[in-house]
Each structure stands twice: as C-alpha cells, then as structure tokens.
C-alpha cells in the first residue's frame, strides 16, 4: 500500500478555511456514498469511480502509480 503523506494546507486553503473545510467535508460524504455503491456491487458506480479516481488523487496529492 501507497505512503501516505503528511497534508498541509495552501495560503488560499488558510484565507476561507471555513469555506474549505466544508468543501472538503462534501467531498468525504460522496466518497463515502460512492464506496458503498461499490461494495453493494453497483458496476455503473464502479466504473464511473474509476474514471474519478485519478482527478481525485490528483486533488489529494495522491500518486496512484505509486501504490501496489
């Protein structure tokens, strides 16, 4: 499994924190939704996910070709 890095937060991140940490607290609930469909077996989700994927590792400084 991949390293996971220490996260810091950018200069615009710190001027609306609220607005991000909000942000960021959407985007935890949808994965978590999405993690489901997936579990449950749902293969539109799946592959729609897969497609995601790779523009949301980008957003967490996640390098997917580093993970086994």
Known sequence: ???IEATTLEEYEKKEAEWWCLRHKDNC???VIRMQQIIN?????TKMMETQLKNFAITC???LNEID
């Open 1 to 3: 499994m991949g390293q």
């Open 29 to 31: 609930a949808y994965l």
């Open 41 to 45: 077996g749902d293969e539109v989700i």
């Open 61 to 63: 400084g996640v390098d």
